[in-house]
């Protein structure tokens, strides 16, 4: 499908306008979106609340209606998840990096974030650059073609440096949010 943005902008415009249902989604959304907006100046938790209901109403109206396509959906999901763990993509692998890479320069240069929570992502993020580095090192190395997918999966090094490696980028993602609850409740009930 070789469509342009201005295309694919038209082709969103006749969906949302070709059928009752689309309409109905439309309005509601945008009705939800206005009534939000509006409360940005008033604060009333009450309209909070509703929109999270609506949300969440939404969410299960969805799964209630859609369970057949809803449960395909979240088995492909897994699978592509236990695919990715098993068989790890360099792409996603690169776009880890890039991502630590990001939040390496927000630790940097974050006045908020406590002396205690960047030691633990600098110890997480020396790690992850190691085993990013020896990975390329082994690849050159072995000159180990990154797009040859069957190649890459023979060499046990290289394979077993990508799984460790989102492995602890996982385990850094769980304590961050474990880490952020603890704070958030700490200074609710202090």
Request: aromatic fraction near 22%; proline fraction near 1%.
């Amino acid at each position: 499908m070789d469509l342009s943005l201005i295309g694919k902008f038209e082709m969103i415009f006749k969906y949302i306008f070709s059928s009752f249902l689309s309409i109905e989604m439309f309005i509601l959304s945008l009705l939800l979106f206005l009534i939000l907006i509006v409360n940005l100046k008033r604060n009333n938790h009450l309209v909070q609340m509703i929109a999270i209901g609506v949300y969440i109403g939404f969410v299960i109206g969805i799964l209630i209606s859609y369970s057949t396509y809803v449960k395909t959906c979240v088995d492909s999901f897994v699978k592509a998840i236990m695919n990715y763990v098993y068989f790890p993509s360099t792409i996603v692998y690169f776009f880890i990096i890039i991502f630590v890479t990001v939040l390496i320069l927000y630790t940097l240069f974050s006045k908020k974030m406590t002396q205690f929570k960047k030691i633990i992502n600098y110890l997480f993020f020396s790690v992850l650059y190691f085993f990013f580095m020896s990975f390329i090192a082994l690849a050159a190395y072995d000159s180990v073609d990154l797009v040859d997918v069957s190649r890459l999966y023979q060499n046990e090094v290289i394979l077993s440096l990508v799984q460790i490696s989102n492995f602890i980028l996982v385990l850094w993602l769980v304590f961050t949010g474990f880490y952020h609850l603890y704070k958030f409740f700490k200074n609710k009930y202090d």
